[in-house]
């Protein structure tokens, strides 16, 4: 088959939806080392004190961590807020690099418009994982504290 008929994945349909979703652009200019080691220590600082924050209301001693041999991939305790923000990311990262190393998404990850539909593609899936991860959380995976439960006048089982 010439390359000129190259089938196009399917992932393509979903082009003018990731279209619309946000994208980091390159800076107008120089970006000097000063700035770029600011925002460096900045985000690092930022990313410890959240792996350290629980989410408010949560029963620390009762969460099961199931995941607790790869909590050095997917970042951040069971209930942290680090790991509800990046964990979607990662997960959507690996599901979209099997797949692309399966070969089950036809596309050229060479070619800059490819490029552009994987990581659109994948942006979408992170926005599916949110919803995927976060609901088994909310109803049963983590458990909220008596105490906090007592305290909004509700009941806790």
Do not use: C
Request: proline content about 4%.
């Amino acid at each position: 088959m010439p390359l000129e008929e190259k089938k196009k994945s399917r992932l393509y349909a979903l082009k003018p939806l990731t279209d619309r979703l946000p994208a980091v652009i390159r800076p107008e200019g120089h970006v000097h080392f000063r700035t770029k080691m600011f925002w460096v220590l900045a985000i690092l600082i930022l990313y410890f004190a959240m792996t350290n924050i629980f989410i408010y209301g949560l029963d620390q001693g009762n969460v099961i961590d199931f995941f607790s041999s790869l909590r050095a991939i997917l970042a951040g305790a069971q209930g942290s807020l680090m790991h509800l923000g990046i964990g979607p990311i990662v997960t959507a990262s690996i599901i979209m690099q099997l797949f692309a190393g399966a070969k089950i998404i036809n596309l050229d990850l060479q070619d800059d418009e490819d490029k552009s539909v994987y990581q659109g593609t994948q942006k979408f899936l992170v926005i599916v994982m949110i919803f995927v991860e976060a609901i088994p959380q909310v109803f049963g995976f983590l458990t909220p504290s008596s105490t906090f439960v007592t305290h909004l006048n509700g009941s806790f089982l």
